[in-house]
């Protein structure tokens, strides 16, 4: 078996959602300054990096992060490629997943993501509302995955897509590492911190292939 890690690490470089608070370490004390030891807090947007969007997000009552279980976030998974397209509609998705029966799709995209080149990309690929609608009415999701920053276009703000997901209570995983993956299934293990109360939380995810 291999383990891959599909998170990306946390930084004061990692670019973030256009308005939401940056990644920040603050130095509390520190050895190098002669305290007697290293002490560090992090403040972070929930939405930073690899992480989970749960439906309490757009939906007032919606479930939050706390509400699925470890066997919805732990469980074999597909990761499709998707390439070369900055718009997923209906028709693109249908030829990408028609024969791929699974709980837990990953979509790989090919994003260069951002925190390669430190700024933020508003290009980065996104789904159409009916490709969300046709992945709902054909497919039994728990959880879509992404190499992408957001599964909604960039300058749609009403974020239909995040909200079709919602209110049929599929995780998303944005901001997925997937540079190293091929097409293919394997067990995934979405891991994020147990925080109360919240409609996302950076996760560190593991994709587990068996070899031979
Ligand atoms: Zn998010």
Redesign the pocket.
Known sequence: MIIHDLTLPLNEEIPV?PGDPPFKINTISSLENSDEYNLSSISLC??CGT???APF?FRRNGKKVEDFSLEYLIGEAYIVNILNSSVINAEIMKRAVVNIETERLIIRTGFMHQSLNKSWDEGYPSLTEDASEWLINNKKLKILGIDSP?IDLFHNREFPV?KIFADNDIL?I?NLDLSKEEEGKGRIIISPLYVEGVE?LPARVYFLKDIG
């Open positions: 959602y929930l939405h992480h989970i969007d997000h957001d995040h998303v944005e996302a």
